[in-house]
């Protein structure tokens, strides 16, 4: 035997204290760290959450500025495009504007050389007819208002052929009232 009787009742007496002791003191100290350890875990995770919670909010308002922002910049560029074809257009028109004046001062310029040259070729029309008519008549028709009479109509019955038939051409020739 190991234990002596008198000594096992000691030992257990001093067990008892012991279990008392550590009951008492060191077991309600453990209990108070391991809530402690516990309210911080938890609030430690509660905390985690929190900000978990924040950043999915934080990431949702970032989706929303983007989406927005990507609205804004469609805008922006649908905007930027309606400007370039409205400029296209303003350009489109003044060039237009441009070439009609241009086409317009042209067509004036020829219509005053037209009438230029239909003058300077009635000049020498009248005084190669005058001298025709003055070589076939066999007189000089030198005397200046009857040459300009005389041309004079002579060109005007020629616009009235051209003016009168579709192809420029009449069938017969007109002879002046004092020539027959």
Do not use: C, H, W
């Amino acid at each position: 035997m190991l234990i002596s009787p008198r000594g096992g009742r000691s030992g257990l007496i001093a067990f008892a204290v012991v279990l008392f002791v550590v009951m008492k003191f060191v077991a309600p100290q453990f209990e108070k760290a391991f809530v402690a350890r516990r309210d911080a875990i938890e609030g430690g995770i509660e905390r985690a959450e929190a900000m978990q919670a924040e950043a999915k909010a934080a990431l949702e308002q970032y989706r929303a500025q983007l989406a927005e922002a990507r609205t804004e910049a469609a805008q922006i560029r649908d905007k930027a495009y309606a400007d370039g074809q409205q400029i296209l257009e303003e350009l489109r028109a003044r060039a237009q504007e441009e070439s009609a004046r241009i086409v317009a001062r042209g067509e004036e310029q020829l219509a005053a050389s037209r009438q230029q040259v239909i003058n300077e070729l009635r000049g020498q029309i009248g005084t190669l007819a005058v001298d025709l008519a003055g070589r076939v008549v066999g007189e000089s028709l030198a005397d200046d208002a009857r040459r300009r009479g005389t041309v004079d109509r002579f060109l005007d019955q020629l616009d009235a052929m051209a003016a009168g038939s579709p192809d420029g051409r009449d069938r017969g020739v007109a002879v002046p009232e004092g020539n027959r």
